[in-house]
């Protein structure tokens, strides 16, 4: 009876191991997968950021190329505008002389 014993044991003890073995090697596939698709994120991600410092390079060189023209305008319209004080001066200088004449005409 013990040699029946012992062949049982051995035979489930092989049972085991080849259990354990197939769970082992499925848990590789498994982190085998997991890192493949972790290596792929992070290629993606980093064509994403290249793409982003792309864009953004682009658009701070518009922005720029923007602001010079609206800089430009402004400073033209600046120019053009109406003599604002100037005018205000002319009048007041104007009724000033308009005053003293009638004060003095009469």
Known sequence: ??????????????QMRG??????????????????????????????????????????TRVATELAKLDTRVVALEKARWPL???AALVGVGALAVSLWSVLGR
């Open 1 to 14: 009876m013990p040699q029946a014993e012992d062949t049982a044991v051995a035979v489930e003890l092989a």
């Open 19 to 60: 259990a354990i073995d197939t769970g082992f090697a499925t848990l590789n596939g498994r982190l085998d997968t997991a890192l493949q698709r972790t290596e792929q994120t992070e290629k993606d991600l980093q064509q994403s950021e290249q793409r982003l410092r792309t864009d953004l390079t682009g658009l701070d």
């Open 85 to 87: 004080p100037s005018l």
